[in-house]
């Protein structure tokens, strides 16, 4: 009976079949449910003016740009964070 193991003891036939292609089929998932789900909520919301300062905007529009900061601060610490570590 043969093995999936080489020398060193990993298993090849999940480092070079199986994980190149679930990696990317689950990210494009990922990607295109979060994608359906921001766009669905915020076509939800109605499009009532929202003042900031002395400018009007549509609230999906802050909801968005509310969304778009936290995303960025999120990975600028997330990477900060993983830059420590090595």
Avoid: Q
């Amino acid at each position: 009976m043969s093995t999936n193991h080489d020398e060193s003891g990993a298993n090849t036939m999940m480092d070079r079949v199986w994980l190149p292609l679930i990696l990317p089929i689950s990210a494009a998932a990922i990607t295109a449910a979060l994608i359906l789900g921001i766009g669905s909520t915020l076509l939800a919301f109605n499009t009532e003016l929202l003042k900031i300062g002395d400018e009007h905007i549509l609230t999906p529009v802050a909801i968005a740009l509310g969304m778009t900061v936290v995303v960025l601060f999120g990975g600028t610490i997330a990477a900060k964070t993983w830059a420590k570590d090595e």
